[in-house]
T-cell receptor, first 112, second 113 residues
């Protein structure tokens, strides 16, 4: 059965610092993995996705994530945080039939 | 390009009143459609999904129901709202093919008083 665990419900970084949001997954089949961002009172926006091929995936707004099969991880990173990155981030893994399982989310705060 | 609309954006309803939230998708045909609820400080809970007109699958038993009267229209309803129905309701669409990301609407903030 597929599942997603996001380590840390709240992460705080200083502006300009590295952003690292952790996601571990469990899947009985080759996973397809996604990161979404949600700003307050808005819907979710797709940041990036991993399907097959290159394990380092680049997304929008300078974010990237690396699929590590041996560690069952898909951590999200950004070299330098910006104030506008403050939001909630969700990791997700696919289920059959187009459904997704989402992690509980990580709220990112960026301090000036 | 594809767009997804939800309305209303916000709604305040008394306990026991009916509910109807609407979602429409433009720019694609035969999408999979999804209703999620996001309670305060919590993740996303899948409520219903639909792979075609009139085809609805329920993920969580509750006093809500969903309908898909047209290919790109998805409606979430309730006959009598409960306080626990308060939350942020999100509609999403996906192609249904694996792998398939989902694309979300702007959401409806429902407060039951």
């Amino acid at each position: 059965a597929q599942s997603v665990t996001q380590l840390g419900s709240h992460v705080s970084v200083s502006e300009g610092a590295l952003v690292l949001l952790r996601c571990n997954y469990s899947s009985s089949v080759p996973p397809y993995l996604f990161w979404y961002v949600q700003y307050p009172n808005q819907g979710l926006q797709l940041l990036l996705k991993y399907t097959t091929g290159a394990t380092l995936v680049k997304g929008i707004n300078g974010f990237e994530a690396e699929f590590k099969k041996s560690e069952t991880s898909f951590h999200l990173t950004k070299p330098s945080a910006h104030m506008s990155d403050a939001a909630e981030y969700f990791c997700a893994v696919n289920l059959q039939g187009g459904k997704l399982i989402f992690g509980q989310g990580t709220e990112l705060s960026v301090k000036p | 390009s594809q767009t997804i609309h939800q309305w209303p954006a916000t709604l305040v309803q008394p306990v026991g009143s009916p509910l109807s939230l609407e979602c429409t998708v433009e720019g694609t045909s035969n999408p999979n459609l999804y209703w999620y609820r996001q309670a305060a400080g919590r993740g996303l809970q899948l409520l219903f999904y639909s792979v075609g007109i009139g085809q609805i699958s329920s993920e969580v038993p509750q006093n809500l129901s969903a309908s898909r009267p047209q290919d790109r229209q998805f409606i979430l309803s309730s006959k009598k709202l409960l306080l626990s129905d308060s939350g942020f309701y999100l509609c999403a669409w996906g192609s249904g093919y694996t792998p398939s990301e989902q694309y979300f609407g702007p959401g409806t903030r429902l407060t039951v008083t």
